[in-house]
């Protein structure tokens, strides 16, 4: 606004004209904001077209004006210029009046600030508009959220795409997520979908085509999606270089309709199902559907079954009043002359039940049949379905169960046994009949539980069962246990556990199941065994068929050395030496092959083997069990150490009297062959002088007399000649002094014997060979053995034969038992042992008629050999000569 | 019945039995005739050399069991085996000085053995064998 001081007044009025003419709302006002002019736009737009406000206030026409628009007015009356693009003002009225302004001075002369000049503008319809697009604008973006519409945009030029919120939501990309062409396409599921949406991108991109697909995509995050894609060019410059759209996500729609398509199928099937019979009627009752299944079913066809009333023809009449008493109770009808094709008219009928069915060929059979009724939509009844099966082999199988249910119940009662079914999860017991028996309650108790059982536990075993449920359901393994139980009638039993368990697919336990054994006879029966097992005297080994010991008694415990419970299951050859276990084997298959009573190892010694290594001799007895687990062998087995010292000790005793016998039956035999030598050597010069003596007396002839007395000389000779040789015999025979005994060399005595013999040597030419290399000295007495040398040289020479010079070898020689052993080998005359040999050594006996044979030589040699404790044989052969074979001990 | 003169042999290698043996018989003043061998192979011989001359041999013998060469029971066993060829029925007495019962069994456990004697032998004893063997 420009100010002139040529006119005032008539500037003034110039001004006033051309504000009152101005198409926009201009108001002009004096120093105290009065108005001077206003135009009709400012007016209209304050809606005072009827008012006349020239010299009226400006704060009077508005008094809604606030201080501090005032105090904007004071700073303008100084000079300031106060513009605002856009501003509500709110009126006296209450409502809201979009407005720009521009307020500045106006100059009456220069530097002289008439008033202010208002030029305003009210732009509520645009403010409106604005708002009202906003609004727009958010509802449709409300609206595409909830309709999970996305919008694109692929610039060709740059193959840049541009991808909403949702979009990348339905994709399931991050925000910062750039796409391209190629990777956008990827998004599309391999086949169809990617197919028809590379074919809409190429028919767009040649054509100009828009489309609207619905394709199935794969999320970033590996979901199925389905997506509606809506697309269309836009040209520039005659070529398609924008292609924009929207993608919505229709998965849900989708994949309804695919469920919806698949439950469509399914319930196709099930009618086309020629195992269901599926039979609808209308609500008079005549027949309107009878699938093929319910052909297969009665043997009707359909075209024979559609159209009759009441199905009454393939059901019992029977079952045909039950159902519909049952039905009439049911929706609270009178059961009597009740139709529920009549009577029942919204009222919600869904029946299963068994039926019988009647064939066209009038068989029947079970059936399970559901009865619906059909709705319209108003919900009134339309007629009724039934969907019905064959449950003959359900039936059968029912019954074949029932029939072993019943088995099952009679075998737990004979083998007083149960079984039980623990859902751990939800702790729920199941319990056979035989198990309420075997606990002494009635079937009926419902709601078993873990603690319903825990409960009959007697509590001392309380602890050990917790122990093994609880180990049960670590190991994830029912190790099988007995323990005690308290029953609801008070009886004491004895009950043995054995069970499974079942694990879920991540291997947690879910159920166990398992037998529950009434065991108290037994238990009675094995602590009967077990007394007479640990009173028996003996140690008690009980063996399986595989030799695997399966009870001890304390005895053996004691015995062997080992705790039973270190026993048990081990073998039994832990309880054998080493050396006996082959054996062992053969004899405990020939014993489990024929089971009887015996004694083990007959005539044998048997031996057991202590944990302690140490070897003690047993007798044992060997009884066969015939047990549930096969056939036992029980072992009596008997420590025989204190039998076996004392057999020990017979034996030495039966030994020491053997060789006291032996010794007693030599000296006997000794004292016999005294006997005989006395009785015969000294009786018969006895009775020789005898006879000679009674001559003697009858005897009258001095002559006669002298020759019965030298025959007296001769015989008292003989008989001083024989005691001599019994007295040096028994001298022999006593002397029993090892002092006399010393180390004495064959040689020395061979040499000694050839020169007490020299002239018989000399004069025989005899040829006397010995060999002493093998053995040649022996610990004897040296009388004795000189006397045994020439006796026995002396003898060779004597009995030499006449027909050759007399050859004599003497040989020693060191036997493998220590003994000495003195051959002396001749090729004499020889001695018919077979006639003389029973008397070889006896006195006086002598076999040739040799003048110098006595009879004394050889019976003192063999005194004196016996005496030195050793003893003399011969072989001879008549005319070839003798050995004699001394046998030094 | 025997012929007068009885035939006795004497076999017995005491030199001194024999002498006085035959000094009893002289005593009896019997019918006799007596030969003497010191062994029973002599004795054995004579017989055998004479089987069929039964005037040769003895109508009975005084057997020793225990002599050289061949003792009383080793002459037993042999004359059994000539036996049944000697041309007469002898009487034989075992005779010893043993009273041992092992050698008193054997012998009467032999059949052709009419009795074991214990030496000495008295006159009266002989006596009455000789005269039941001249009945």
Redesign the interface.
């Known amino acids: 606004m420009s100010t002139s001081n040529s006119n005032p007044n008539l500037q003034g009025e110039y001004n006033k004209i051309f504000i009152e003419q101005a198409p926009t709302a201009i108001a002009m006002l004096d120093n105290e904001m009065r108005y001077l002019a206003v135009s009709q736009r400012w007016l209209k737009d304050y809606k005072m077209e009827r008012q006349r406000i020239i010299g009226l206030s400006h704060y009077e026409i508005f008094p809604e004006i606030g201080d501090d628009w005032k105090e904007e007015h004071k700073k303008c009356l100084e000079g300031a210029i106060n513009t605002c693009d856009e501003a509500p003002f709110k009126r006296a009225d209450g409502s809201i009046q979009w407005i720009y302004w521009d307020v500045r001075p106006w100059y009456i002369s220069e530097g002289i600030i008439g008033g202010l000049l208002m030029h305003t503008g009210d732009i509520t319809h645009l403010k409106e508009r604005e708002q009202e697009k906003a609004r727009i604008e958010t509802i449709l973006e409300q609206t595409n959220e909830v309709a999970r519409i996305g919008t694109w945009e692929f610039n060709v030029d740059n193959n840049k795409i541009y991808w909403s919120k949702i979009i990348r939501e339905i994709f399931e990309v991050t925000e910062d997520y750039k796409p391209d062409f190629e990777t956008s396409l990827n998004f599309f599921k391999v086949g169809r979908s990617r197919d028809k949406a590379k074919n809409a991108y190429s028919n767009a991109m040649v054509d100009g085509a828009p489309f609207d697909l619905e394709l199935e995509i794969v999320t970033a995050k590996g979901k199925n999606r389905w997506i509606r894609a809506i697309g269309q060019v836009e040209p520039a410059e005659g070529k398609e270089n924008r292609l924009f759209g929207i993608f919505q996500d229709i998965s849900k729609m989708k994949f309804s309709e695919i469920a919806l398509n698949r439950a469509h199928s399914e319930l196709k099937a099930i009618f086309n199902s020629k195992s269901i019979g599926i039979i609808s009627t209308d609500k008079d009752g005549i027949i309107k559907n009878f699938n093929q299944g319910a052909e297969a079913l009665l043997g009707y066809s359909a075209s024979e079954m559609i159209g009759l009333e009441r199905p009454l023809i393939y059901l019992l009449k029977d079952e045909i009043i039950k159902f519909k008493h049952d039905i009439a109770l049911s929706t609270k009808k009178d059961p009597s002359n009740f139709d529920h094709y009549t009577d029942l008219s919204e009222e919600d009928v869904n029946d299963t039940r068994e039926w019988t069915y009647r064939r066209k060929d009038g068989s029947t059979f079970p059936t399970l049949s559901t009865l619906s009724a059909i709705k319209n939509s108003n919900g009134k009844n339309e007629g009724f379905i039934a969907v019905t099966t064959d449950i003959s082999e359900i039936k059968n199988v029912q019954h074949e169960l029932l029939r072993k249910n019943r088995m099952l119940n009679v075998a737990e009662k004979i083998t007083l046994m149960g079984h039980w079914q623990w859902d751990t999860i939800r702790n729920v017991v199941k319990w056979s009949t035989n198990l309420y028996s075997i606990f002494g309650i009635e079937e009926g108790l419902t709601n078993l539980t873990y603690e319903t059982y825990f409960s009959f536990v007697h509590p001392a075993d309380k602890e050990i069962v917790t122990e093994y449920f609880d180990k049960a359901a670590n190991d994830k393994r029912f190790y099988s246990f007995t323990h005690r139980i308290l029953t609801a009638k008070g009886q004491l039993k004895t009950v043995q556990l054995m069970g499974e368990i079942i694990t879920n697919d991540q291997g947690e336990v879910v159920e166990m199941i398992g037998t529950c054994q009434d065991v108290t006879e037994q238990k009675m029966a094995e602590k009967k065994f077990r007394g007479l097992l640990e009173s028996a005297p003996d140690a008690m080994v009980i063996v399986n068929s595989k030799g695997k010991i399966q009870l001890i008694n304390k005895q053996a415990e004691k015995l062997f050395g080992y705790p039973a419970e270190e026993l048990f299951n081990k073998s039994v050859e832990t309880l054998i030496p080493e050396r006996f276990i082959p054996e062992h084997s053969t004899q405990s298959e020939h014993f489990f092959a024929r089971p009887r009573t015996r004694e083990m190892g007959q005539g044998k010694e048997l031996y057991a083997l202590k944990k302690n290594g140490q070897e003690l001799p047993i007798q044992i007895s060997l009884s066969p069990l015939h047990t549930e687990e096969g056939l036992l062998v029980s072992a009596a087995i008997r420590d025989i150490t204190k039998q076996k010292i004392a057999e020990h000790k017979i034996i030495k005793s039966k030994e020491n009297l053997e060789a006291i016998a032996q010794k007693l039956r030599h000296q006997n035999k000794q004292l016999a062959s005294y006997s005989?030598i006395t009785?015969?050597n000294l009786?018969?010069?006895v009775?020789?002088l005898?006879?000679?003596l009674?001559?003697y007396k009858?005897c009258t002839n001095e002559a006669e007399k002298i020759v019965l007395f030298e025959?007296f000389e001769?015989?008292i000779q003989?008989l001083t000649s024989t005691l001599n040789t019994l007295v040096a015999a028994l001298k022999i025979k006593n002397s029993n002094d090892t002092e006399d005994l010393e180390d004495i060399n064959f040689d020395a005595i061979l040499h000694k014997t050839k020169e007490i013999l020299s002239y018989e040597i000399l004069n025989s030419n005899a040829v006397i060979k010995s060999d002493f290399t093998n053995c040649s000295q022996i610990r004897s007495n040296r009388i004795y053995l000189e006397s045994i040398f020439l006796n026995l040289i002396g003898n060779a020479m004597k009995y030499r034969s006449t027909d050759r010079e007399p050859h004599i070898d003497i040989q020693s020689t060191l036997e493998k038992n220590g003994n000495i052993v003195l051959r002396f080998k001749d090729n004499g005359l020889g001695i018919d042992l077979e006639?003389h040999g029973h008397?070889l050594f006896g006195l006086n006996?002598?076999?040739?008629?040799h003048p110098d044979?006595k009879?004394v030589g050889l019976f003192l040699t063999k005194t004196q050999i016996n005496s030195l404790g050793g003893d003399i044989s011969a072989t001879s052969k008549v005319n070839e000569g003798t050995t004699f074979t001394i046998n030094f001990n | 019945m025997m012929s007068t003169t009885i035939k006795i042999c004497i076999v017995d290698d005491?030199?001194?039995?024999r002498?006085?043996?035959i000094?009893?018989l002289e005593?009896l003043q019997l019918p006799t005739k007596t030969t003497t061998f010191?062994?029973g192979e002599q004795a054995l011989d004579f017989i055998s050399d004479h089987l069929d001359q039964d005037y040769e041999l003895p109508d009975v013998i005084f057997l020793d069991i225990?002599m050289?060469?061949?003792?009383g029971f080793?002459f037993m066993d042999e004359y059994e085996k000539i036996r049944s060829r000697v041309g007469k029925n002898i009487t034989i007495f075992m005779v010893?000085?043993?009273?041992?019962p092992v050698d008193i069994e054997r012998a009467k456990n032999i059949g052709a053995i009419t009795d074991y004697l214990v030496?000495?032998?008295?006159?009266v004893q002989l006596r009455t064998i000789l005269e039941e063997l001249i009945q």
């Open positions: 005989h009785s015969h009786r018969a010069p009775s020789n005898n006879a000679l009674s001559l009858q025959k001769t015989v003989h006639r008397k006996k002598v076999f040739h008629r044979a009879g | 005491d030199e001194i039995y002498f006085t043996i000094k009893i005593s010191s062994d225990d050289p060469v061949m003792d080793q010893s000085s043993s009273l041992d030496k000495p032998l008295v006159s």
